[in-house]
């Protein structure tokens, strides 16, 4: 069956520093890949997507690009902020119209400033 | 538009008791979902409804568990005799179907947190 894994965290890291969070899937097809924020106390929230392979989902200064040879879809971003301390959750979309989505465990990011 | 409104926020209840929680979706959105986040995991996948119709079940919702959505708007999850494994966060979310199955994309609701004691 489809499966997600993403890099444990927690992460810490610092105001203007680098993120890289990745995550791998499991599927056969192609699926719809996303990833998923959650700020505390909050619902989650499309970051950002992509629907085949080679596309790059980006926003809010975050990217991931669909790589189906790696079968990953990585987050970054080049400097982060204390505000993007959160849980993120990277998902793939099975379905024409992605309606079962399955998402990986979730990785904490903290920013300290 | 006030986003995916979940009902309670968060419920207590005695092992064997019978829990009910509700999501109200967005207005205009024809498909809604439920899923299940337990501590340290990503929200799992219980069940959808495309307008009334329930169109597909997981294998985690037992016997127990039943959701109605019953004239298309707000939806119910039921958990009748509560276990200390139901214990999680219960998760709404509901999207815009359009024509060629082109989804609009996930809301998701707050979520309604259980403890079962």
């Known amino acids: 069956g489809d499966s997600v894994t993403q890099m444990e965290g927690p992460v810490t890291l610092s105001e203007e520093a680098f993120l890289t969070i990745n995550c791998t899937y499991t599927a056969t097809g192609y699926p719809s890949l996303f990833w998923y924020v959650q700020y505390p106390g909050e619902g989650l929230q499309l970051l950002l997507k992509a629907t085949k392979a080679d596309d790059k989902g980006s926003n809010k200064g975050f990217e991931a690009t669909y790589r189906k040879e790696t079968t990953s879809f990585h987050l970054e971003k080049g400097s982060v902020q204390v505000s993007d301390s959160a849980v993120y959750f990277c998902?793939?979309?099975?379905?024409?119209?992605?309606?079962?989505?399955?998402f990986g465990k979730g990785t904490l990011l903290t920013v300290n400033p | 538009d006030t986003g995916v409104s979940q009902n309670p926020r968060h419920k207590i209840t005695k092992r064997g008791q019978n829990v009910t929680f509700r999501c109200d979706p967005i207005?205009?959105?024809?498909?809604l979902y439920w899923y299940r986040q337990t501590l340290g995991q990503g929200p799992e996948f219980l069940t959808y409804f495309q307008n009334e119709a329930q169109l597909e079940k997981s294998r985690l919702l037992s016997d127990r568990f039943s959701a109605e959505r019953p004239k298309g708007s707000f939806s119910t999850l039921e958990i009748q005799r509560t276990e200390q494994g139901d214990s999680a966060m219960y998760l709404c979310?509901?999207?815009?179907?359009?024509?060629?199955?082109?989804?609009?994309?996930?809301?998701f609701g707050s979520g309604t947190r259980l403890t079962v004691v």
């Open positions: 207005s205009e959105h024809n498909r």
């Open positions: 979310a509901s999207s815009l179907v359009g024509r060629q199955a082109t989804n609009y994309g996930y809301t």
């Open positions: 998902a793939l979309g099975r379905g024409g119209s992605n309606y079962k989505l399955t």
